[in-house]
């Protein structure tokens, strides 16, 4: 498992005004998209953020969820998880969440699944 310090320092985040902006949702739905794993964030710059890689066209990553998922059963913290999600990860050639990104789900998970 990684450092929390460990995510790339270019990475932008996503505060909660910004994600009530960026996916047009109300506060609670936001909330609710937390709560439910569909996003993770974390508190690691004191104030609760999410990295902005896990929005596309405006809505959370359709994979992430499962993904989430997956980490968390492995042991991962919230901050474990996303660290792992933005360093690049060798056995994949990129960060996981690029390789998301780019529809590469069931390879991601299945290397997440190695980590438990």
Do not use: C, Y
Not at 26 to 37: A, F, I, K, Q
Not at 39 to 52: D, E, H, Q
Not at 87 to 113: F, H, N, W
């Amino acid at each position: 498992m990684t450092d929390a310090s460990a995510a790339p320092a270019s990475t932008d985040w996503l505060t909660l005004p910004d994600l009530v902006e960026v996916l047009g949702e109300p506060l609670g739905r936001v909330r609710r998209l937390l709560d439910d794993h569909v996003l993770v964030g974390s508190k690691r710059t004191g104030v609760f953020a999410v990295p902005a890689l896990f929005i596309i066209d405006g809505a959370p990553l359709s994979s992430l969820r499962g993904t989430v998922m997956v980490l968390q059963d492995a042991g991962f913290s919230d901050d474990e998880l996303i660290d792992w999600l933005l360093a690049e990860e060798e056995s994949i050639g990129l960060a996981p969440i690029e390789a998301l990104r780019r529809g590469r789900k069931s390879e991601v998970r299945r290397v997440a699944q190695t980590l438990a």
